[in-house]
């Protein structure tokens, strides 16, 4: 009888493998979580990018006033003045934008891009001081005029 009985078990039946899907919510909670942490950090990171190449060209300006005040050559200042407007220009703008632009072309770029600037003061400093052997002309006006140009730079273009 205990033959009999032992010939009617079945083998053991193992339960069947655990799916490794649906995920726990309390995973996908901290997935979540640390994809929100990582682009505020990514965000945080571009926005000081933003403000250090600001800061940057403020700091360059300010350095080419100091020398202007302690050589007073116009022509200098302002030609430099000049190239880190287009340096900071190629900074916010896309290089085949700006790359090319020079004399009236360049001012008429700078006139669209600044917000209610008027490039009329600096034209002569911009066009003809830049490229004159010493020029006496006053460049208070394009300072002032590059300073708000400047910092009215938002985003930077990513090539």
Known sequence: MASASL???HDIHLPA???PWPVAPGYLALVCVVAAIVFIMLLMRHDQN???LKQQALVKLNLIAQRH???RNSSQAAAE???LLKQVALMYFPREQVAALQGQDWLIFMQKTG???????VRLLLLESAFSAQSTHP??????FS??????RRRPWLS
């Not at 917000?115 to 003061?121: A, G, M, N, S, V």
């Not at 460049?139 to 002032?144: D, K, Q, R, T, V």
């Not at 300073?147 to 009215?152: F, L, M, R, V, Y």
Request: hydrophobic share 40%; charged share 30%.
């Open 69 to 71: 005040l302690d050589h």
């Open 50 to 52: 933003k403000s250090r």
């Open 17 to 19: 493998p655990v799916s």
């Open 147 to 152: 300073k708000a140009w400047i910092k009215q």
């Open 81 to 83: 003045i000049s190239a």
């Open 115 to 121: 917000k209610r600037l008027d490039i009329e003061p």
């Open 139 to 144: 460049i208070e006006p394009l300072l002032a």
């Open 7 to 9: 010939s009617q078990l």
